[in-house]
């Protein structure tokens, strides 16, 4: 009976997982360049010293869906739609500079007070040399296709664009990506150590235009209550349970 609710207990945990899992991808249904969150379960078995088999369950974000969206026009000169499965590189809100990277795909870009180049999260772009862009104020920016960052002075109209900086965008081909809690894509890495994508000279953005979210709404809310009723059929095995256990203690003490 201990190893039944231990069972129903820990799928119990899982299903409140899931649950927070597709409720996050549900609240980023229109959040630019979001990926979902993949979840996952995975059966295990605990052996104490009595050889006493009990099996539990975990859940967790396995990843995220790298499916592409939806991309629309916006007209704004520092919004960019990044193609193929290219990513964006940021700076980690966790550390400082030099300590990892994460990446994503929402490329609705701005500049901040400060004069660094951000995303709608806040998060630093990073260029091909390492750091966060910083760009001169004042001055009329655009991005290139190739991910460059132009600037022109506008006190000089006949002055061409120069280039400022160069955004690092890197292709995970072949690399393994995480999605933790932080909903930030992460290289796992040695000793904990998040890891570091090279620059791909191949990948382009699409200038003045947005990538949406690739979280369809009607689905994950079929997840969503298929979430719940797992929750509810777990608890029910514990009712259960607890219902053969009186039995059996009724049984016990009849005379």
């Known amino acids: 009976?201990?190893?039944?609710?231990?069972?129903?207990?820990?799928?119990?945990?899982?299903?409140?997982?899931?649950?927070?899992?597709?409720?996050?991808?549900?609240?980023?249904?229109?959040?630019?360049?979001?990926?979902?969150?993949?979840?996952?379960?995975?059966?295990?078995?605990?052996?104490?010293?009595?050889?006493?088999?009990?099996?539990?369950?975990?859940?967790?974000?396995?990843?995220?869906?790298?499916?592409?969206?939806?991309?629309?026009?916006?007209?704004?000169?520092?919004?960019?739609?990044?193609?193929?499965?290219?990513?964006?590189?940021?700076?980690?809100?966790?550390?400082?500079?030099?300590?990892?990277?994460?990446?994503?795909r929402r490329g609705d870009l701005r500049v901040a007070a400060s004069g660094v180049l951000e995303n709608g999260e806040g998060l630093a772009v990073l260029g091909q040399a390492g750091g966060p862009i910083t760009v001169p104020r004042g001055f009329d920016l655009s991005i290139a296709e190739d991910g460059a960052v132009l600037a022109r002075d506008p006190s000089a109209p006949q002055a061409q664009p120069e280039e400022v900086a160069r955004i690092k965008l890197v292709s995970p081909g072949g690399s393994r990506l995480v999605k933790g809690v932080d909903s930030f894509l992460k290289v796992p890495g040695a000793d904990g150590v998040d890891g570091v994508l090279p620059p791909d000279p191949t990948a382009r953005v699409t200038s003045g235009a947005l990538e949406g979210s690739n979280v369809e709404t009607a689905e994950t809310l079929v997840d969503m209550i298929d979430a719940q009723r797992a929750f509810e059929q777990r608890a029910r095995i514990i009712k259960t349970a607890r219902e053969l256990d009186e039995a059996s203690a009724r049984l016990m003490d009849m005379r």
Do not use: C, H, W
Request: glycine content about 10%; charged content about 20%.
């Open 1 to 104: 009976m201990d190893r039944l609710i231990y069972t129903a207990l820990t799928s119990m945990n899982a299903s409140m997982d899931r649950q927070r899992a597709v409720a996050n991808n549900l609240a980023n249904a229109a959040t630019p360049g979001f990926r979902g969150e993949v979840f996952a379960v995975t059966a295990a078995t605990l052996r104490d010293d009595s050889l006493e088999a009990r099996a539990l369950a975990r859940g967790s974000v396995r990843g995220a869906d790298m499916a592409t969206a939806r991309t629309a026009s916006t007209g704004q000169p520092l919004d960019i739609a990044v193609q193929g499965k290219a990513l964006i590189a940021f700076q980690n809100p966790a550390g400082g500079p030099g300590e990892g990277e994460v990446y994503s």
